[in-house]
């Protein structure tokens, strides 16, 4: 079975610093992960995917996210921390079923919120 | 349009009563996810679709939760005789071959 922690609900950092937001997963296979961010009120949108290409992954808004096989873990990060940037985000782990690759599996997300 | 699309986009119904929440995938899209996203937490595996048969309902939480998709592309969720504790946000995806999952704006469903 897949799964993903998410270490921390709430993370607080300042306009212009570092995010960090962290993921660690467990998968008995080779796992595809995600992050996704969901602003207020809206869907889920798609940041960045691992799929067993590169292990430094970049995504949108300057967001990117390193998987570590000997950590289990895909953090996610960007340089600087932009107002806009406060949401939710989730990681996330493809869930293998007997018919093979379907859906994902989320962590209970992380809320950033972006200090002026 | 171009994404997924959900309907109704809130729903408020009473406790007992039956409700169907309906989701439009992208054009296309073999494969159809259900999700259901309660206050503060992630979003929670319901049933999967590809094609017009569910390939994994595991996820449904009892036999109250049913879901159709008899031509392959839309699919309605159904609750019957809904309780407060199926007030959540339920989400729809869709995905092509390639499995990366667009999500639908959800519909939010309140059981007074």
């Known amino acids: 079975a897949q799964s993903v922690t998410q270490l921390g609900s709430h993370v607080s950092v300042s306009e212009g610093a570092l995010v960090l937001l962290r993921c660690n997963y467990s998968?008995?296979?080779?796992?595809?992960l995600f992050w996704y961010v969901q602003y207020p009120n809206q869907g889920l949108q798609l940041l960045l995917k691992y799929t067993s290409a590169a292990t430094l992954v970049k995504g949108i808004n300057g967001f990117e996210a390193e998987f570590k096989k000997s950590e289990t873990s895909f953090h996610l990060t960007k340089p600087s921390a932009h107002m806009s940037d406060a949401a939710e985000y989730f990681c996330?782990?493809?869930?293998?079923?007997?018919?093979?690759?379907?859906?994902?599996?989320f962590g209970k997300g992380t809320h950033l919120i972006i200090q002026p | 349009g171009a994404g997924v699309s959900q309907t109704p986009s809130n729903k408020v119904t009473e406790k007992g009563k039956y409700v169907e929440l309906r989701c439009d995938p992208i054009s296309g899209h073999t494969a159809l996810y259900w999700y259901r996203q309660s206050l503060g937490q992630g979003p929670e595996f319901l049933i999967y679709?590809?094609?017009?048969?569910?390939?994994?309902d595991s996820g449904l939480p009892n036999d109250r939760f049913f879901a159709v998709r008899p031509e392959g592309s839309v699919s309605t969720l159904k609750i019957q005789r809904t309780e407060r504790g199926d007030s959540a946000v339920y989400l729809c995806a869709s995905s092509p071959i390639t499995g990366e999952l667009f999500f639908g704006e959800g519909s939010r469903l309140t059981v007074l």
């Open positions: 996330a782990v493809r869930m293998y079923s007997g018919g093979g690759a379907d859906g994902l599996t």
């Open positions: 679709f590809q094609g017009t048969g569910a390939a994994d």
């Open positions: 998968s008995s296979v080779p796992p595809y």
